[in-house]
Structure formats: C-alpha cells, structure tokens
DNA sequence: GACATAATTTAGGTTAAACTAATAATATGG
DNA sequence: CCATATTATTAGTTTAACCTAAATTATGTC
C-alpha cells in the first residue's frame, strides 16, 4: 500500500528508536539497553517498541539478541537523520543558533516536517553535503557517502590533517572549539603525540599551537590532508 | 509553577482546540459542534477535551452552551497564530512555497518549534507585523492590533480600497488571484457592485478591470484608502 | 561448571486522545 | 406548545506509548 513519500511520517517515537540504533549500530544491532539509554526510556518499553517495529518490518528482533535495521528501518532512519542535518544547517547558519541549542530543536523539528519542505530547504541551502558539524548529510535517495574521518586521538606525528567534523554528542566541547576557530575544513599539522597522558599538540594555519587531552581529541574527527582542496 | 516560557509547548492537540476556538468565536463563544467540524474531530472527543481544558484554567465551558477562552487560553492562542503567521511567511518567502501548500506545513510546524526559534525567525524575517496574506502577527507579547479590514463584498462604488489580505482559509481562491496580481498591497478602485447579482467589478493600478463574484468578494478583504502609503 | 550480577522480557497498569452508541438537552416550526 | 430535529453529553472502548515489578536468560568469575 504505502510506498514512496508518506507526508505524514511515522510516527515521532517510531522515527526516535529507527534513528538511535542506527547511530548506535549503523548496519549492525543494538542491544536493549543501549536503546533505552539513548532515548531516556524504560528498557520495558524498549523490547515492547521493537516487537511493533519488528511486525511493521523496520528491524529485526532476535529475543536476548538484540535488534537491527531491515533495509526500509534504514532507508527511514537516513530519511531522519536527512532532515536533522539539513534543519541544523539552517538552523546554524541562517538563525544563528549556537551548537549547544541547536541540536534539540532540530529533534523536535525533524518529526514535524514533509518532504516536500525537506527538499526546499535543501535547495534554500544550496543543497549541502554535509552539515556544519561536517557530518555527510544522506542524500533524498538515503545514499550516505562512507566517512573515512578518524578521531584526532588516533592520528600520527607529523601528519597533515584536515578537521572533518566535530562529535554532535558533546555540545560542551563545540563551543570550546569554535571559539578557537578549530572548526571543520581547518588545516592542521600534528607536532606531538605524547603517549605517557594522550596529549596530542597541533599547530593550526596560523602557527597557532593548541593542545587536546583524550577526551577532546576523541570527539575532533580528522581527514588525512593530500594536499587538494 | 509553570510561567512564562514553556519550552516543550502543550501538547500539539491542545493548542489546536485554542487556535479552533480562538478562529471561531474571538473573544466569544464556540459551540462543541463548530470546534469538532473545524478540528475534524467527534463532538464526544470535543465535549471530553473541553473538560481537560478548563482543569487546567485554559477555557470556560457551560454544558449545552460553548466554551470560550480564559485569558491564559487567549495567549496561549495567540503564541500559536504568532508561530503560525511568521513561519508562513517564511515558507512562501523563503522556500518558494505557494499558498496552497502552505497552510497545512505550518500547521504541524507550528506545534514543533520552541519560543527561542520563533524568537529568531521573527528577527530572521525582519520582524513583520503582517503574514504575506495580511493578517496580524501577535507580537511576543500577545498582543494583536484590531483589524479595521472589511471584505471587498461590502465596498461601495466609487471607493479607493487597499487589498489587506486573502483569506487563508480557502486556498484555491489565493494562487487566483495570485495570479492576476491581486496580492495584498494593491490599490483599487471599485467601479460597479452590482446589488443584483453581487458581483463586484473593480479597476487597478494598471487599469486592468475584474470582477468578482460573492464568494470571491467575501474572502478579499480590504482596507479603505487613506491616500497615504 | 555453579552462581552472582547484569540485561532482557513478561505481565499488568496508566494516560491522553480519539472513537461509537445511547441518552439528554435545546431549538424550531407548524 | 408540542413533536421533531439538531446538538451535547455520558458511558464504555481502543490505541500508542509509556511505566513498575517480577520472572527469565546471559555472562563472567572463581
């Protein structure tokens, strides 16, 4: 019966569960608690939830196992994950919303819009690839581009890197980083790993020196830099 | 407890009763019948929510004889209608939306956003006091100018007239008109109302004449003009 | 390999918002 | 001013999404 472009979505809470096991287990599975966690609910209610999904064929349940995304569970899930990039986009770039502001009004919003406004928005936007936070933004097919960004913590001395995008868990860090302009599509050169305490020092365009403990280092996803672009 | 800022609003079928009741009777009374029509909803349902309502001091119902707003279910109104009328503008503004499809976009958005969005986009779009159909936009503060519009149907010949804005209600009359330039703004001169069969004939800036039949006459409104602006 | 701990599921209950069917109140027109 | 039609209300269900408490399964340690 239903096939393409349902205006009035799922429902909001449907979308919320798609949305959390395909960030926490992108094609793999997501166990209960790890749901219920993410969505500040009741693991009772979590099984409960994916015994409805399971019958509307968005996952796969297996009972103690945990529970994975069927091929339509993913393609809703990108159709979410779409809209929240392209809102906080617009969101941070046209209403000058800060990081740590954004992120639930873009939740909130992302169940309330059609497609149709989806689309137009993206159009308004200039049809980004991918949001401030430099996450790759699915396109309306669900295609999502295979990110090879790693974090800082794990790049080497001497390397070039590029910041690729910043953790959208952590709001607390965004604002830290933005004020020193450590943002994505920044050119950095890695000047030290000092392995004894997980520090790792860089040194940006401007000769500036700046140094991340392993907390900070593990939300700041980097590119290797070719020297392109 | 709660004052003045409630950022996850009351519930979404909440505020459609107030915008309903608030559309219907104004400060006035709306009976159980107009409310279910409007929301496409039983009048069982209606008589139910009317109940929740006036627990929570939102409404005043008489059994048999209607509910109307409190002052607290006024501005609660009328934050909504303010959300409404500025994301309105800012579909057809700004992401090319025609009137038609913009109604029932807003219509879900309205129940998502939070004050501080609106907040913004109200800055975003320059603050307007109008929506681009000519109604009011409450300020943040609740409060809506009088309309001193009256509907082209009962202008007289001879009269200088401002359209002032198109009902809203009734989309397939706005792209119409839309077409022919008829938008709000525009200056008229009404040239015949002929009382027979109630057709209005006016002339515009261009000179270009049109008539307009009861129905037509009945959701333009317009604004005498003054000679000024 | 038995057992404590942690994770999961089952069972049963709550709430908001809708519905239908039956009943009651009001309004209307001859 | 009464009979009928219209509008409202009450009572009893339904559904989705949550909850708690109790029972079950899985896991990791000695």
Redesign the pocket.
């Known amino acids: 019966m239903r096939d393409s472009t349902p205006t009035a979505p799922l429902?909001s809470?449907?979308g919320d569960y798609l949305k959390a096991i395909w960030t926490i287990a992108g094609t793999g599975s997501a166990?209960?608690?790890e749901i219920s966690v993410r969505l500040s609910?009741?693991?009772?209610?979590?099984?409960?939830?994916?015994g409805?999904l399971q019958e509307q064929g968005l996952v796969v349940?297996e009972?103690?196992r945990?529970a994975s995304l069927t091929e339509r569970g993913r393609e809703e899930a990108l159709r979410l994950v779409r809209r929240h990039r392209l809102i906080e986009t617009f969101l941070l770039e046209h209403l000058g919303y800060s990081w740590e502001e954004v992120h639930e009004e873009a939740e909130r919003l992302e169940h309330a819009v059609s497609d149709a406004f989806t689309q137009r928005l993206a159009e308004f936007l200039g049809h980004p690839d991918q949001d401030p936070h430099g996450e790759p933004i699915p396109t309306a097919e669900g295609v999502l581009e295979p990110d090879v960004s790693f974090p800082l913590s794990e790049a080497q001395a001497g390397q070039r890197v590029r910041i690729f995008k910043v953790s959208d868990e952590d709001a607390s860090a965004l604002d830290y980083l933005g004020e020193r302009g450590l943002v994505p599509g920044r050119l950095l050169t890695v000047r030290e790993v000092r392995e004894l305490d997980s520090v790792t020092t860089v040194e940006d365009e401007g000769g500036e020196s700046h140094s991340f403990g392993e907390a900070l280092a593990s939300s700041v996803f980097v590119r290797e830099h070719t020297g392109q672009t």
Do not use: C, D, Q
């Open positions: 429902s809470s449907i166990s209960t608690k609910v009741a693991p009772a209610s979590v099984t409960n939830m994916l409805r349940h009972r103690y945990g």
